[in-house]
């Protein structure tokens, strides 16, 4: 990069180099930012200069936006940190919100937890391509200005992530169904095997794709479930708790040899999987809905709560301010099947919007 296109490049700042924040780092050097990076390991710093990960060690105060990847246990003094040594914006990528917002109310920072991950770790696992078509939630105060969460929305789209809005307490019960659980029933499931095997020492070598694609995620690091665990614990507790009773459900059935009930259920699973929401990629299967911001703190990540609630999928977004003064006109394009639901929400919300189809 010459010094003239340098000078002018869009500069972010990465705190902790790590398999998430290396892979943020590369996917935006990879789209001409200029990166600066800090660890807390001067290896783990030398490394990513070595290998290109990043531009530059250390935080630059004019950075236009700050990613925290560290620990969950140690993001929010980071956060602070990072706020008190930087001007622009600021956002985290861990995996539980609502302790972080509550302790962090900065008009500059919005919570974030990209749903991304890979076995490998650290900077060899780092991936510029691993946030393209990952969901990436937002967690904003309802204080935080639009400006704010449409520029830190439009830096993570970028990256080619789907981006979703929700209350951080909402976030955490909910990952804790989708993230944390899986992970702590994918390590009984390999704690299990691994006693078995004791017993029939060929277990584990006739373990076929379905246990191993199960139990994958049961690779990950296992330092960082301690603080994961202890963060979001109620709403750890709490799937936990409904996820035994499914299962005292499913031992009953077993036991009774109710095959009917069973046949349903595993058909309600089955029809479930099958219809998991993907990312739209067809422009053609998109419509444009322009919604006049009202004059409320937090109306722009509104929009993105309220699709999340309705289950509709955002394929891009961004906020067009009126030349007659500071407010502006969010524009989102939204899959046409779930356009009406969605343009019904609004208006039930207060919004005024407008549809044009793309095709």
Do not use: Y
């Amino acid at each position: 990069m010459s010094e003239t296109s340098a000078a002018s490049a869009r500069r972010a700042n990465i705190v902790g180099l790590g398999l998430i924040g290396g892979s943020i780092a590369l996917a935006l050097r990879n789209r001409g930012w200029v990166v600066h990076g800090q660890d807390a390991d001067p290896e783990v710093l030398a490394r990513a200069m070595e290998l290109g990960v990043i531009d530059e060690s250390g935080l630059v105060r004019a950075a236009e936006i700050t990613f925290v990847a560290t620990p969950v246990g140690s993001v929010a003094d980071e956060v602070a940190r990072a706020l008190e040594a930087t001007d622009g914006l600021v956002t985290d990528v861990g995996s539980v919100k609502a302790d972080l917002c509550e302790r962090v109310t900065s008009p500059r920072f919005v919570g974030g937890h990209p749903m991304a991950g890979s076995e490998l770790d650290g900077l060899d696992g780092a991936d510029p391509e691993m946030f393209e078509g990952a969901v990436w939630v937002l967690t904003p105060d309802s204080d935080v200005p639009d400006d704010t969460f449409a520029t830190v929305a439009s830096v993570i789209s970028g990256l080619g992530a789907e981006v979703v809005a929700l209350p951080p307490v909402d976030h955490d019960r909910l990952v804790a169904v989708v993230s944390h659980v899986p992970h702590l029933t994918a390590a009984s499931l390999m704690a299990l095997a691994t006693d078995r095997a004791e017993e029939h020492a060929s277990l584990l070598r006739l373990a076929a794709g379905g246990f191993r694609d199960m139990t994958r995620i049961a690779s990950g690091r296992p330092g960082i479930w301690i603080d994961i665990c202890r963060a979001n614990g109620k709403a750890i507790v709490d799937a936990l708790d409904e996820m035994i009773a499914s299962l005292g459900a499913i031992r009953r059935m077993v036991v009774e040899d109710d095959s009917t009930a069973l046949l349903s259920l595993l058909s309600a699973s089955r029809e479930a999987r099958a219809n998991l929401p993907g990312r739209v990629t067809d422009p053609t299967a998109l419509a444009e809905v322009r919604i006049r911001i009202p004059d409320r703190a937090g109306a722009a990540a509104e929009v993105f709560t309220l699709a999340a609630e309705l289950g509709v999928n955002i394929a891009n977004f961004e906020v067009v301010h009126l030349a007659e003064g500071a407010r502006g006109v969010a524009v989102v394009l939204v899959e046409r099947s779930a356009v009406e639901v969605f343009r019904g929400g609004l208006i039930a919300r207060g919004f005024r919007p407008t549809v044009t189809s793309l095709s």
